[in-house]
């Protein structure tokens, strides 16, 4: 992590949500290094306790905790468990989600099928409903148990995580593009919900980064770009990926009562001008 602080978020209490992921996981440090002290929440409960033993060692405040983000028992367990070593939370970033390769198209168009390939028609359903539970419940069931703190001090923070996918559905991929649409639309409806309540919701819309999970769909062996990867980038004003990194100064911004006191209901696009060109 390369990111040159100017936020400073000494004290506060920050629950992230797939913090045992990389991108989340950054996000985790980043609030540590600012001087928050940090919950970070994951199924992956290894990965969790990985990350907050480095960053306790480092002298920061992190706490690892097993939690499933689509059951709520068991994050009403986990809040006490952050309760009572960090105290009420303060930001909540949801950060759990992801795609699903069963609601995954191998063809961008219908008429380019060919045989064995697994078209809109054969999208299973089990992983269409997994994957709108994780996207969205995944975020309406952290948001309903760890608010309560917020509503209690009349104060506090979410960020949620939206996409590219939600401003224009990408191809192959109609489940999650939905899914991102609908955590756009959760965020305004939560800004508007808590806006007297002296909560704000926001979100970041990242773009497209290089990770260890879609690597492989975006370079071929010899490190040349995809077909689709070259898609991207042609679509790219800037003409790169987006750095993990170059999402904290947003995060931060969003969720720094000193900076955006004012902001709530807006998501974020973070990547490269992407969305706002029209291909020509």
Not at 49 to 60: F, I, S
Not at 166 to 187: D, E, R, V, W
Not at 188 to 216: D, E, K, M, Y
Not at 255 to 277: N, W
């Amino acid at each position: 992590m390369n990111y040159t602080l100017t936020h400073d978020f000494t004290g506060k209490v920050v629950v992230v949500t797939g913090a045992g992921g990389v991108l989340c996981g950054d996000m985790a440090r980043a609030y540590c290094y600012a001087g928050a002290k940090v919950a970070a929440l994951d199924l992956n409960e290894e990965a969790v306790k990985k990350l907050a033993d480095e960053l306790k060692a480092e002298g920061y405040v992190c706490e690892g905790y097993k939690a499933n983000v689509l059951d709520k028992d068991i994050l009403e367990e986990v809040h006490q468990q952050v309760l009572a070593d960090l105290g009420p939370c303060d930001i909540l970033v949801n950060g759990a989600g992801g795609n699903n390769p069963r609601a995954t198209t191998d063809n961008e168009y219908h008429h380019e099928a060919w045989e064995g390939c697994k078209t809109f028609f054969d999208l299973d359903q089990a992983g269409i409903d997994f994957l709108f539970k994780l996207n969205y419940q995944g975020t309406l069931l952290p948001t309903q148990v760890f608010v309560k703190d917020m509503v209690a001090k009349h104060s506090g923070v979410i960020l949620n995580i939206s996409s590219m996918n939600a401003y224009i559905p990408l191809t192959k991929i109609p489940a999650y593009s939905g899914a991102k649409a609908a955590i756009s639309n959760f965020t305004q409806w939560l800004a508007t919900h808590f806006a007297g309540s002296g909560i704000r919701c926001n979100a970041i819309a990242p773009g497209f980064l290089v990770s260890n999970q879609n690597r492989a769909l975006l370079f071929n062996p010899d490190g040349t770009p995809t077909a689709r990867s070259a898609k991207i980038l042609a679509g790219t004003p800037m003409g790169r990926f987006v750095d993990s990194d170059e999402l904290l100064g947003g995060m931060f911004f969003l969720t720094d009562d000193k900076s955006s006191s004012a902001v709530t209901g807006v998501v974020l696009p973070i990547d490269g001008g992407f969305s706002a060109y029209s291909g020509v």
